[in-house]
């Protein structure tokens, strides 16, 4: 196969695959761009929430999503390259969805926060995809620091998601229905 190169194991015990490294670094800055995008949109979605433990949740989020950021340029460090963003077109259409959720709600309806967590797990969800990938990704070029810093944001990913889950269950799904 044309372009097909066959890693090789450096001096350092690092693997040396040009290409899944270089397909690596730039799904890095994809989810870079998109962290930095989220971490603008949170307070919006927090100002449009009707309920205060959906906005104290996006509020939570945000700090999550700035720590998010900084491990990420901690990641760039570690391999050895610039910090960089590449625009990610699934964020920049889950943010668009969410944008679209709070125009289309009544502003002080339990409607608005239903969509408002639904808009946001979609986010989580792309984010738990992408960081369990980006994860394996690493330990497979043995970057094993990059690794465990990219499983402490997927934990963190899937715990933000059980928590939009349970202010779903709590209340405002059950409320949004009777509106």
């Known amino acids: 196969m044309a372009g097909k190169t066959n890693p090789q194991v450096g001096e350092n015990g690092i693997i040396d695959h040009p290409e899944f490294l270089e397909f690596f670094i730039e799904q890095l800055k994809d989810i870079y761009w998109a962290e ?3 971490a603008t949109a949170l307070p919006k979605m927090q100002k449009a929430a009707t309920s205060q433990s959906l906005a104290l949740a996006f509020e939570k989020h945000k700090i999550e999503t700035d720590m998010h950021i900084l491990t990420l340029e901690e990641v760039f460090d570690l391999l050895g390259e610039k910090v960089a963003a590449k625009k990610c077109d699934a964020m920049a259409g889950l943010l668009e969805e969410a ?3 709070i125009n289309e709600t009544d502003r002080g309806s339990m409607v608005r926060d239903a969509g ?3 808009a946001a797990q979609k986010v989580e969800h792309y984010e738990i995809a992408t960081y369990g990938t980006l ?3 690493a330990a497979h070029l043995g970057q094993t620091e990059v690794a465990k810093l990219l499983s402490q944001t997927l934990a963190n990913e899937k715990d933000t998601d059980l928590a939009l889950t349970a202010i779903a269950e ?3 799904n059950e409320q949004a ?3």
Do not use: C, D, M, Q
Request: charged share 15%; proline share 0%.
């Open 36 to 38: 930095k995008h989220l």
């Open 99 to 101: 944008g679209t959720v």
């Open 116 to 118: 408002l967590i639904a």
């Open 135 to 137: 994860r394996v990704f």
């Open 170 to 172: 709590s209340f405002v």
């Open 177 to 179: 229905a009777s509106e």
